[in-house]
C-alpha cells in the first residue's frame, strides 16, 4: 500500500515563499511519477506540477510557470515543490499524488494515490 503524507503548507505574505513535502512510503513508490495538485474552495482539484520516473520529465501549469519548482529527493521517494512569488490566488489545499504508470499527466483521475492535503494560505 502507498501513502503519501504532505507538509510544509502554513500562511504567508503575498509574495512570499513555501516550501511544500511529500513523504511517500511503499514498494516500488520510486518508481512512480509525482505531481501536486490543489483545490481551493469552491473550485476543481487543478493540476500544478508533475515530475516522472524514468525521463525525470517536468511540466507546470501556467498559472504557476515560472514561480515554482517541483523536485525529486535522490531516493525519489519524496517530492518537493517551492513557490515563490505567492499571491492570493495561490490559496488552496495541496495534494501530492502518485501514478503507478509514470505517464506524466495533468489529469487528476489518472493518478492512483493521494496524500492527505495541507492547506496553503497567502494574505494579500
Known amino acids: 500500500q502507498v501513502q503519501l503524507v504532505e507538509s510544509g503548507g502554513g500562511s504567508v505574505q503575498a509574495g512570499g515563499s513555501l516550501s511544500l513535502s511529500c513523504a511517500a512510503s511503499?514498494?516500488?513508490?520510486?518508481?512512480?511519477?509525482m505531481a501536486w495538485f490543489r483545490q481551493a474552495p469552491g473550485k476543481e482539484r487543478e493540476f500544478v506540477a508533475f515530475?516522472?520516473?524514468?525521463?525525470?520529465?517536468?511540466e507546470y501549469s501556467d498559472p504557476v510557470k515560472g514561480r515554482f519548482t517541483i523536485t525529486r529527493g535522490n531516493a525519489k521517494n519524496s517530492v518537493y515543490l517551492q513557490m515563490n512569488n505567492l499571491s492570493s490566488e495561490d490559496t488552496a489545499v495541496y495534494f501530492c499524488?502518485?501514478?503507478?504508470?509514470?505517464?506524466?499527466?495533468?489529469?487528476?483521475?489518472?493518478?492512483?494515490?493521494w496524500g492527505q492535503g495541507t492547506q496553503v494560505t497567502v494574505s494579500s
Open positions: 515530475v516522472t520516473w524514468k525521463t525525470s520529465k517536468i
Open positions: 511503499g514498494r516500488f513508490v520510486s518508481n512512480y511519477a
Open positions: 499524488a502518485a501514478d503507478i504508470t509514470d505517464g506524466g499527466y495533468r489529469d487528476s483521475k489518472l493518478y492512483d494515490f
